[in-house]
């Protein structure tokens, strides 16, 4: 458990830096902007969930249509 927590942890940290070093910002600005980033992701997971499922839709008609034209 500790071990997992430890991965997360550093997973989180080394994000954050990415971020920092993206947006030209410092660590500490990032950091403490996160909380509202992940609410922000948060509330697109709907459209996102939507959009994939539509994308899939669409690509499982594509293929019936490619093998119907092989076929």
């Not at 927590?5 to 994000?15: C, F, K, M, T």
């Not at 070093?21 to 948060?42: G, I, N």
């Amino acid at each position: 458990m500790v071990g997992a927590v430890a991965s997360a942890a550093i997973a989180l940290y080394r994000r954050v830096q990415e971020i920092a070093e993206q947006e030209e910002r410092p660590l500490a600005d990032v950091l403490t902007d996160l909380p509202r980033r992940l609410w922000q992701d948060l509330d697109t997971i709907p459209d996102d969930l939507r959009e994939a499922a539509d994308e899939g839709v669409a690509a499982a008609h594509r293929s019936a249509e490619s093998v119907d034209a092989a076929g």
